[in-house]
């Protein structure tokens, strides 16, 4: 006998994208969209909190109809609802849990609380639909700088985390710094692109006794004494030229750890997750080094490395297959560790 489908509805809300998407068995998207607010945070040089909340209060529903719409459904084909609940902005994320626990109380469907960084990690399901774990992924967003052992489905094992600035952090940082405005890291990668790399040998931080942590504190300090010191001897800064040469510190960093990591817990899988692996420097870095080790390598077509709900929906539905169930009481949870409930 088949299967039942299992079509689930992902809303995302937690930093400054409404989102809704339907997905089908964890891995097939039937429609996935999203409303950036970028336009409207770039004024500012990044994202204003309450801006943002009000932004989601204003767009989810139509958000939410329009995911519908496109994946040719209605509420009653939903069979549960799963929703972003932390980490993130407070403000924000309430306003997708509220929605979700209204519409779950409302048309008496199952509710699930996801992990905002478990969602990233599932994008590569979407992608792959042969991928399952364990494998070793390199988890590199605004907020987070993580290298995980995914032993299973939602279940993670931190082997590595960055002890000050996520890579995203540092991105937007810099990009900010030499005034390439908000949201940084797609501005520095495109920047880059036309610059050299080993134009100006910028320090690759490392955590001593710990070598799966990353910190970039001293990378972005560094660039910023660069850009002082250039204008306060009326230097002309070649932007591309100090882009690509932060980029590939950056970049060396988060390959080498992540190749070190694979090797010495013997993973043949390595896959990528978050914001920043729709860097196109990191994309080509990583798999040139998986495939010199004779390793596999995974990362989501960029609409699903950035905020999405399709991510939501296809780690909301592993948590759901486990029997996962979130109540009315479900809460934003703005710091929710990785693996926690
Ligand atoms: O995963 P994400 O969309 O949101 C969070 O969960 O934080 O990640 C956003 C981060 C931002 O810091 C943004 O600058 C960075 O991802 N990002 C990039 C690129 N696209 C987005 N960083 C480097 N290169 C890119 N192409
Ligand atoms: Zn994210």
Redesign the pocket.
């Known amino acids: 006998m088949q299967k039942k489908d299992c079509v689930i509805l992902g809303i995302e809300s937690?930093?400054d994208e409404t989102a809704a998407a339907v997905v089908r068995n964890g891995r097939e998207v039937l429609s996935n969209i999203i409303s950036s607010q970028i336009d409207i945070h770039t004024v500012y040089g990044g994202v204003v909190p309450e801006i943002a909340s009000r932004l989601h209060c204003e767009n989810i529903n139509g958000v939410i109809r329009l995911a519908l719409k496109d994946a040719g459904m209605t509420f009653s084909d939903i069979d549960a609802i799963a929703v972003t609940y932390g980490p993130g902005l407070v403000g924000a994320l309430l306003v997708g849990v509220s929605e979700a626990k209204a519409l779950s109380y409302a048309l008496g469907k199952p509710l699930v609380g996801v992990h905002?960084i478990e969602g990233?990690v599932a994008a590569n399901f979407i992608q792959y639909p042969e991928l399952e774990p364990p494998f070793v992924c390199l988890i590199v967003?605004?907020?987070?700088t993580h290298l995980v052992i995914v032993r299973d489905y939602g279940e993670f094992e931190i082997i590595g985390r960055s002890r000050d600035d996520a890579a995203?952090?540092a991105?937007?940082k810099v990009a900010r710094a030499v005034g390439l405005g908000y949201?940084?890291?797609?501005k520095?990668?495109k920047a880059s692109q036309t610059g050299n790399p080993h134009a100006i040998v910028f320090p690759e931080g490392e955590v001593k006794d710990h070598p799966y942590d990353f910190t970039f504190s001293g990378l972005k300090s560094a660039v910023l004494n660069y850009i002082n010191k250039a204008n306060m001897t009326g230097t002309e800064i070649n932007v591309p030229d100090l882009c690509a040469s932060f980029q590939y510190a950056v970049v060396d960093a988060l390959v080498s750890r992540t190749l070190r990591c694979a090797k010495e817990q013997g993973f043949q899988k390595v896959a990528m997750a978050?914001?920043?692996s729709?860097?196109?420097t990191?994309r080509k870095a990583m798999e040139a080094a998986c495939r010199e080790n004779g390793m596999e390598c995974y990362y989501p077509a960029p609409v699903y490395?950035?905020?999405n709900a399709a991510m939501i929906a296809a780690a909301g539905y592993y948590e759901y297959q486990k029997g996962v169930r979130s109540g009315t009481d479900l809460n934003a949870v703005p710091n929710l560790k990785l693996g926690e409930r």
């Open positions: 937690s930093c905002h990233h967003s605004g907020g987070h995203g952090e991105y937007d949201p940084g890291g797609p520095v990668d978050g914001g920043v729709a860097n196109s990191l490395c950035t905020d």
